[in-house]
Structure formats: C-alpha cells, structure tokens
C-alpha cells in the first residue's frame, strides 16, 4: 500500500499514476498496456486518462527514475486518474489486475481522507485567527479608552472675572 502511495502523483491538481508505474504493479509491459487503453478509448475520457505535456515529462524526469534513453520512451507517458484506474480493471481481464485495481483504489482513498484531514486542520486554524484578530481589536479599543482616563484632554479655561474686548489689539 506504502508503495503504491508514493506512485500517485499530482499533476494538474489531479491525483494521477503513470502508465508505466501501473503496468509494472499489473505485471505487463508499458505498451501492452497502453495498446489495451488505446483498443478501448471510448473507456477513458480526458478525466480518465491524459497523456503528459513535454515539459511535464522532463520535469517528471527529473524527479523520479524514468528512461530517457536507449530503449526509453518515445513519447510522453500517459496517466491515469483514479477513475482511470478503475475503469483499468474492465480493459485488463486479469485476477491479478483486479487485485491491484482494489490496493491502487484504497491508496487513492486514504490520500483522500489525509487531505480532507489537512483541510479540516486549515479550517480551524483560519478560525482562530479570525478570533485572534477580534480579541486584539477589543484590547487596543480597551488600551485607548484607559489612556484617555489616565490623560484626559482638559480644555483651557478662560480666566474668570470682567475684561472688556473693546481695547484688544
């Protein structure tokens, strides 16, 4: 299960697997699965399965083990979405395709759960923030009106008695 985790990538927002991690986990070669996807296109929709962009490729390269090379590939991989690799298990008629297809569906699930938990977490955290934010509000309004206690802004009395403002200047 550990191993199948770490074949789920994401690329495009999407939670993907590669075809040649997949073909590997089935026991068949790339192409003979991919002969399979292509003998049955109408199965995979561009939500299923899409194939890399170069650049996502090379970054992929760069990243994790894949032949660029002698024997390589000639084109860029194809992956699959979680729906893709249910929809796998009717292409590829095997027992053992379909116990891979229920160990790569629990994987996709519990890094599901993880992320939901993740968010979960995200949530709250933003909610005490917010109160945090309003607490301090209250203690500065709270430091103000003590301030003003403490030096109240006494206006400048005029001086009591008679004067005539006829002889000002």
Known sequence: MEFVERKIYLIRGVKVMLDTDLAMLYGVPTFRLNEAVKRNKDRFPKDFMFQLAS????????QIAISKGRGGRRSTPYVFTEHGVAMLSS?????KAVEVNILIIRAFIKLRELLATHKDLILEIEKIKREQKGQNQKILSIISVINQMLNPDIPQKEPMGFRDRSKKK
Do not use: D, I, R
């Open 55 to 62: 650049n996502e490729a090379k970054s992929l390269t760069s």
């Open 91 to 95: 292409v590829l008629n095997s027992k």
